[in-house]
Structures are given as structure tokens and as C-alpha cells.
């Protein structure tokens, strides 16, 4: 029997469609059987013999994990839009790239002139303030807790669609973040409107911690096919201190949600990657992950954590910390799966000195504001810019410039940021800057990060 899923993805049916029941009910029927519409079956996926990761005391039982994470695979398979390929995909990676191409010339010309303004990169929108975890060490870089920000003002879908299209004027690529993402019920709606845009790639940070609900929605169905990088953060393996660290008692469903995403990355044409905050006197955990990732063949993505703009001073001199440093760059060299160039992630870990870049990497909040020129600056208040008042990103980038001029804002003076921050995003400004004037090194940083790596 084939199962004519794609009947459900032509037509709209609601939850309540007795046909969408029905379809329903032959595809389960048939993913238990193994068939699938419109698919080639997948091989059955086994955990890998892992080589550098050894299960420790306190260790999820990965076998019974990966047994739960197939069935909510099965389930929700037949249901899933596959993603576009051919000649529509071609166009959206071709225009991006040209987007980006002219934005580097655009930027070269502006930094030969000492200026600062440069045209963005990707853009971060906190979709939301709301999350249902309560990680210890989550603050908006003020020092204030996301989940205990105000949330009024959060802008509804057509706002969020009109947002995208004036950022799509003048950035490529966009990244979904918060709070948690995947709290909001029209995400799907919001991905599809980036992916029509042309946004590549197209990101999201996410807790992981939904997806068994989510992928099971009909609803859902088209998420996975527009989102190019799924970033899970994964700051340890052991449920017991991910529920912790991460105040909540769901950092199993993380954890076997993640191996949902494992065991449909191939199929559904997205990177995933896990993000990994390092604290200081766990450097064990973080290394857990690194071997882990690196067996699983899952991108890893080291954070040092930020207490508001600077790296937590005690990671500094930490023999533990030294020692997971020198092996992530390790691996790095070897060729494992650790995202971004060696030079960058040397100085992201060691904390180089840098001069951050952040009109590169505009955050954009939940309501629409453009926080300017950077979120993390101590000494000047940042100027909140409603987006949806301009048509383009060069109209807003010249009104936002006249606020506060980001040419020679980074430093210590009571006029400047006065934040001397190193987060993780600056490195990557860091290494954009760099990239101006060294092309080659730009290319092995987007072929890092974009790249599908051994
Ligand atoms: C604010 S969260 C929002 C997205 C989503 N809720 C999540 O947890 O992935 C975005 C990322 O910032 C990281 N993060 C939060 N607080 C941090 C800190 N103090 N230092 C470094 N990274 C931090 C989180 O681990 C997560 O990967
Ligand atoms: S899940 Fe993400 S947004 Fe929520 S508290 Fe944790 S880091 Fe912050």
C-alpha cells in the first residue's frame, strides 16, 4: 500500500478533517509496516560503536532512547514535506550567495574608508521571551533572565513576515532563536516565509525539548524541510545534571529528541549541530558531549559561558578547561565535526582580544526593536529601533548610524561600549572583519560552516 501523504500536503485540511484522520491512520499503518509515501524507505539507523565516547555512570540508555526516537520518527515521517531540491533550490542558494558577495564588497569598501557600519551577515530575531526551561546561566546580556523579561509587544505572524522581508533586503540569512523558538505555534508559518524569501541558510537555536510534540503536528509538517541548521544545546549527557543546570525535569526528551533529528537530518537536508555552553568546573561535561557529537557525526559547537558581555573569569586557568580546549582543537584538526575554522575556534576558546563587528549580526527582539548597535554594551545605553517603521536594511542601518555611530563604538571610553566582550557571535564578526581583507580565510570560515564535513 502507498500512502498518498503528499495528498495531505496539497490540500489544507484542518485537525478536525475526517480525510486528514484518515491519512493519518494509513500512514502510522504503514510506517509500522515499513512502507512509506512518497519516500524511499530509510535503512534503519544503529547507534554507531562509539570511539571516543565512553557511556559513564549517570549516562542516558541510548539504546532505549534511540528505540523511543524511531517511533516518533515513524510516526511522523510519512506526514513530513520532503525538501526542495532542483532548480528552486539552486535559485535560493545563488541569490543568497550574491546577497552575501555584495554585502562583503559593500563591507570592504566601508572598512577601507575606517568605517564600522557593515551590512549584516545573518540577523538574530529572539522570536519569543517565554521558555519552559530555566537555564541557570540564560541572560539577555544585561544580566536580566530571559524567561523573567516583559513579553508584551511580541510581534503576531504577519508582523514576523513583514520583519523578514525588510531584512531580506539586506542579509541572507536569518537565525531563529529566543526563548525557546519552538514555542511559538506558527513557526512553521514563519520558516516557510523565510525559505520564499530566499533566506539561506536559515537557523534555529532551540532546546530540543518540543520536537516529539511538534513533529507529530500536521501542522509541522513543512518545518523541517525549510530549516537548513537545527542547533540543539546539549551542555552535558547526564539527564540528572542537564535537569539541574537547565531547571526542568525534560532533559531526556532533549536528549532522545535529538536523536529524532539525528536519525532525519539525512533525509531532510538539515546540519545539525548541538551547542554546548562551557562552565567553569565542568569541563567534563562538556567533553562528554565532544566525544559524543564526534561519534554521531553531529556538528559541536563549543560556547565558553558569558556572565552579561565577558566570558566567565573563572574558565581562565582552569587546568580542566586547558585540557577540553586542546582536545576540541584537536579533533579540529583531525577533521571531526567542530563548527567553524581552526583560527576561530583558537580564539574563541582562549579568549583572544578582539574587536567585535556587531552591526554583522544584528539582534533583533521579540517586538521588532533592532537593539543597536550592540545588546551587550555596558557603558551606553543601546538605542531600540522598531524595524517595521523602514523599508529596507539600508534605510535602518543609516537611521540607527545618526543614533549612535558604531564606527569606533567598541572600546572603554564613557561614549563607548565599554563592554570589552567576547561572547561566541563576536568571533564570528571577528573572523567576517578578518575575512575582509584575508578573502581566503572568509572561505574556509563559510565552507566551515556551511560546508557537510567528513
Ligand atoms: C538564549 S538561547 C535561546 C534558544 C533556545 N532556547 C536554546 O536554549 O537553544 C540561545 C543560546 O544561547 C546559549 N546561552 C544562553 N546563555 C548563555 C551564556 N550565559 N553564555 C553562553 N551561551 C549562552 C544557550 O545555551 C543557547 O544555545
Ligand atoms: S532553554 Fe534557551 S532560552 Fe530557555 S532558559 Fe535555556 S538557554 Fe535560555
Not at 520558516?191 to 507529530?216: E, M, Q
Request: proline fraction near 6%.
Amino acid at each position: 500500500m502507498i500512502v498518498p501523504v503528499m495528498e495531505m500536503a496539497r490540500t489544507r485540511m484542518t485537525a478536525s478533517d475526517p480525510r486528514r484522520a484518515s491519512l493519518l491512520g494509513r500512514a502510522r499503518e504503514a510506517s509500522a509496516t515499513g512502507e512509506t509515501a512518497g519516500y524511499i524507505a530509510e535503512k534503519p539507523k544503529t547507534l554507531p560503536i562509539f570511539k571516543h565516547y565512553q557511556p559513564a555512570a549517570g549516562d542516558p540508555d541510548w539504546q532505549r532512547l534511540l528505540a523511543e526516537a524511531e517511533e516518533i520518527v515513524a510516526e511522523a515521517r510519512p506526514m513530513l514535506e520532503r525538501p526542495r531540491r532542483g532548480l528552486a533550490e539552486l535559485g535560493r542558494r545563488t541569490a543568497a550567495y550574491r546577497q552575501a558577495l555584495g554585502n562583503f564588497r559593500k563591507n570592504r569598501s566601508l572598512a577601507r574608508q575606517g568605517r564600522e557600519d557593515l551590512r549584516p551577515l545573518y540577523f538574530i530575531w529572539t522570536l519569543l521571551r517565554n521558555c519552559n526551561f530555566g537555564c541557570e546561566y540564560c541572560d539577555d546580556h544585561q544580566g536580566r533572565r530571559y524567561p523573567e523579561l516583559p513579553k508584551q509587544g511580541t510581534l503576531d505572524t504577519e508582523q514576523g513576515r513583514k520583519l523578514l522581508e525588510i531584512m531580506r533586503t539586506g542579509t541572507c540569512s536569518v537565525y531563529f532563536a529566543g526563548g525557546e523558538p519552538t514555542m511559538r505555534k506558527d513557526l512553521p508559518e514563519l520558516t516557510r516565509a523565510a525559505r520564499d524569501l530566499g533566506y539561506f541558510p536559515i537557523v534555529i537555536n532551540t532546546n530540543g525539548s518540543l520536537f516529539h510534540k511538534v513533529l507529530r503536528r500536521e501542522s509541522w509538517r513543512t518545518f523541517l524541510a525549510d530549516i537548513d541548521i537545527v542547533v540543539v544545546s546539549l551542555d552535558a549527557l547526564r539527564p540528572a545534571r542537564l535537569n539541574e543546570l537547565w531547571v526542568t525535569e525534560r532533559s531526556q526528551d532533549v536528549l532522545r529528541n535529538l536523536l529524532v533529528l539525528w536519525l532525519l537530518s539525512a533525509e531532510m537536508r538539515f546540519k545539525l549541530m548541538v551547542n554546548t555552553v562551557i562552565l567553569p568546573g565542568a569541563a567534563g561535561d562538556a567533553r562528554a558531549v565532544l566525544d559524543f557529537a564526534n561519534d554521531m557525526g553531529i556538528w559541536f559547537c563549543p560556547v565558553p559561558v558569558n556572565q552579561g558581555p565577558t566570558v566567565a573569569a573563572e574558565l581562565a586557568g582552569d587546568r580542566e578547561y586547558d585540557e577540553l580546549v586542546a582536545a576540541i582543537l584537536d579533533r579540529k584538526r583531525a577533521g571531526y565535526r567542530v563548527t567553524g575554522s581552526l583560527r576561530m575556534n583558537e580564539r574563541l576558546l582562549r579568549s583572544a582580544p578582539l574587536h567585535c563587528r556587531n552591526t554583522l549580526k544584528p539582534h533583533i527582539d521579540h517586538d521588532g526593536r533592532l537593539v543597536w548597535p550592540c545588546k551587550a554594551t555596558v557603558n551606553v545605553k543601546p538605542r531600540y529601533v522598531d524595524v517595521l517603521r523602514f523599508s529596507s536594511v539600508d534605510s535602518l542601518y543609516e537611521y540607527a548610524s545618526a543614533e549612535i555611530d558604531p564606527t569606533g563604538f567598541h572600546g572603554p571610553g564613557a561614549d563607548q561600549c565599554g563592554a570589552n566582550c567576547n561572547w561566541a557571535q563576536n568571533y564570528t564578526t571577528d573572523a567576517y572583519a578578518h575575512g575582509l581583507t584575508h578573502p581566503r580565510a572568509l572561505v574556509a570560515e563559510v565552507v566551515s560552516f556551511l560546508g557537510r564535513g567528513r
